[in-house]
């Protein structure tokens, strides 16, 4: 049975699969349901792939859903904490739906795992920028760059082991994203957040100063995308 599950992937999802360079062995990290994988097996992007959790309900959903499409052959639950009981024959890590200090911390403790393979693809929840320099400091190169809209805001990052040195402005606003068809939409919605937080804020508060100099920053940003956008005649 042959369930097209490119088309139940979420918005999010489906730029995640689309970033997977193929072919691939892949770590799906925190697989839950196991979508992406059995995607990417389906297409033939994936040769052979491991669903990873550290829980054992999400695995035995994800177990489920493998069964369903008759992919237990090719497809392996693997509980884990990150990456440390895959195997070390991947090519690609997928680690999607957490807080940039889970990514990074997944990524710390079997961190030459990570430098072996060819892809990493990572979303994160939160603090984009700290993730990105973070995978700076650490002998990463990202190499490609997503934004999707899906109720939330997420920006998606692939990434391989090299070396790379980021502007701050790269850090906070990413590499290839300023070209991107939601990137005027997303940052004018950051900086309205930001505006009405400052609002509620007293100049003396702690983090006042630092928020200020956050709004200028987007505020110049979107002046020089808007720039390259629409050039002066």
Same mark, same amino acid.
């Given at each position: %049975?042959?369930?097209? /599950? +490119?088309? *139940?992937?979420?918005?999010?999802? *489906?730029?995640?699969?689309? %970033? !997977?360079? @193929?072919?691939?062995?892949? &770590? ?10 059995? &995607? ?16 054992i309900g999400p695995l035995q959903r994800g177990a489920k859903? $493998? ?9 392996? #639950?693997?509980? @884990?904490?990150? /990456?440390?009981?895959? &195997?070390?024959?991947? #090519? ?20 030459? *795992? ?13 603090? !984009? ?7 700076n400091e650490h002998h990463f190169v990202i190499d490609g760059?997503?934004? !999707? ?11 391989? @082991?090299? =070396?790379?040195?980021? #502007? =701050? ?13 939601l990137f005027t939409e997303y940052w004018m919605y950051v900086?309205? +957040?930001?505006?009405? $937080?400052? +609002? ?8 006042? &100063? ?8 987007? +505020? ?6 808007? *720039? ?6």
């Amino acid at each position: %049975m042959l369930i097209n /599950l +490119k088309m *139940k992937l979420s918005k999010r999802l *489906k730029a995640i699969y689309d %970033m !997977v360079n @193929s072919p691939c062995i892949l &770590a799906d990290i925190g697989c839950d349901h196991a979508m992406l994988p059995i &995607a990417l097996m389906q297409s033939g992007k994936c040769e052979k792939a491991y669903a990873c959790d550290i829980h054992i309900g999400p695995l035995q959903r994800g177990a489920k859903a $493998i069964k369903e499409v008759h992919l237990e052959d090719r497809i392996h #639950t693997v509980l @884990s904490d990150g /990456l440390q009981n895959v &195997a070390d024959d991947i #090519t690609c890590i997928t680690i999607a739906g957490m807080g940039w200090e889970s990514i990074t911390s997944i990524l710390a403790q079997d961190i030459e *795992k990570a430098h072996h393979c060819t892809q990493l693809v990572l979303q994160s929840n939160n603090h !984009v920028d700290d993730l990105r320099r973070w995978l700076n400091e650490h002998h990463f190169v990202i190499d490609g760059e997503d934004l !999707v809209h899906e109720q939330h805001y997420y920006q998606i990052l692939s990434v391989h @082991s090299g =070396e790379q040195t980021l #502007t =701050e402005d790269e850090i906070l606003f990413g590499v290839f994203l300023d070209q991107h068809p939601l990137f005027t939409e997303y940052w004018m919605y950051v900086l309205e +957040k930001k505006e009405n $937080i400052l +609002k509620q804020l007293q100049p003396h508060h702690v983090g006042y &100063a630092d928020l200020k100099q956050d709004i200028q920053r987007i +505020k110049n940003k979107l002046a020089q995308s808007k *720039k390259s956008v629409f050039p002066a005649k």
